[in-house]
């Protein structure tokens, strides 16, 4: 497995297991039951069973889908299969091993730990993950380095980076606490130090816990209040004034002063081929889904 098992599971997640077998809807003359639905299915309120009720109904309709094509008789899927399962079984010899595979091959298939069910819907995911990673390979044999230029100019923002300040911040309600906080930055030898406790001393922000940690903004997005303060200042320097906000009044810390990136196709395009591939398969995993399930027979219990 690959890459694109990441995005399977994204897709078509298995979840942990309920005791009780209770039907929830049947998909084709098939029953979908809570023994592959959250164990805590039936505390949830109905929106959200609703919500988790239809990835069921489409991991089922994809797991008969990818069991119906040639993937699931190729070797490499029935080897990674018995290794996925072997894992947890209690299987001691190669005379066993075969039987073992034999069996969890069959729609019926049962194993300790696993109901029919639950071990049909593992080799069903597994199965559309392998199909995925077939449908990957398929478009990127047929990719063009136009179509990825094109794609990396249509997302360029992905792979540029504006210029950034990562800031600390204290916040406090009047100007005469700012001002003594401030003189005892000017008088401290480690101002990263003395910024950091006196946030979790003096802030009223909920990130005074975290050293008064404000994060990474553009300079672009700074409003009218920060930017003029803020904008020019470097690495380990702090606004000289408090600063008037809706919140208080406020004194930054430059943790980081990010300079702006402009990429180059050329030392990014192992990244944009990467992501134009799993947005490209997961639009294929998308419209494949619909489609079956748009033909399909579902009943809700």
Do not use: C
Not at 95 to 113: H, R, T, Y
Not at 294 to 299: G, L, P
């Amino acid at each position: 497995m690959n890459k694109f098992t990441k995005l399977a599971l994204l897709l078509l997640s298995s979840s942990v297991i309920s005791m009780a077998s209770e039907v929830l809807a049947v998909v084709n003359g098939e029953k979908i039951t809570t023994e592959v639905a959250p164990k805590s299915f039936n505390t949830l309120d109905k929106e959200l069973q609703k919500k988790i009720l239809n990835r069921l109904i489409e991991k089922r309709i994809a797991s008969n889908y990818a069991l119906s094509t040639p993937i699931a008789n190729s070797k490499e899927f029935k080897d990674t299969l018995k290794h996925v399962l072997l894992m947890d079984s209690d299987v001691k010899n190669e005379k066993e091993e075969k039987s073992f595979l034999s069996n969890i091959l069959k729609k019926d298939a049962s194993i300790k730990g696993y109901t029919q069910e639950q071990l049909y819907s593992k080799k069903g995911l597994l199965a559309f993950d392998f199909l995925l990673n077939q449908e990957a390979e398929k478009i990127k044999s047929n990719l063009t380095q136009d179509e990825l230029k094109k794609y990396y100019q249509e997302n360029i923002y992905k792979y540029n980076t504006p210029d950034m300040k990562e800031l600390l911040t204290i916040v406090v309600e009047d100007k005469k606490q700012a001002d003594k906080i401030l003189k005892e930055l000017k008088n401290s030898k480690d101002t990263l130090k003395t910024f950091s406790d006196l946030a979790k001393k003096y802030s009223l922000a909920p990130s005074a816990s975290d050293n008064g940690y404000f994060g990474k903004i553009p300079t672009y997005e700074l409003n009218d209040e920060l930017r003029p303060a803020l904008k020019d200042l470097k690495r380990g320097q702090y606004t000289q004034e408090p600063i008037k906000t809706e919140f208080g009044y406020q004194i930054f810390y430059i943790l980081n002063d990010i300079p702006k990136f402009e990429s180059k196709f050329e030392l990014v395009s192992s990244k944009v081929e990467n992501e134009y591939l799993q947005e490209k398969v997961h639009q294929w995993a998308m419209d494949t889904i619909t489609k079956l399930k748009e033909k399909a027979k579902i009943q809700y219990q």
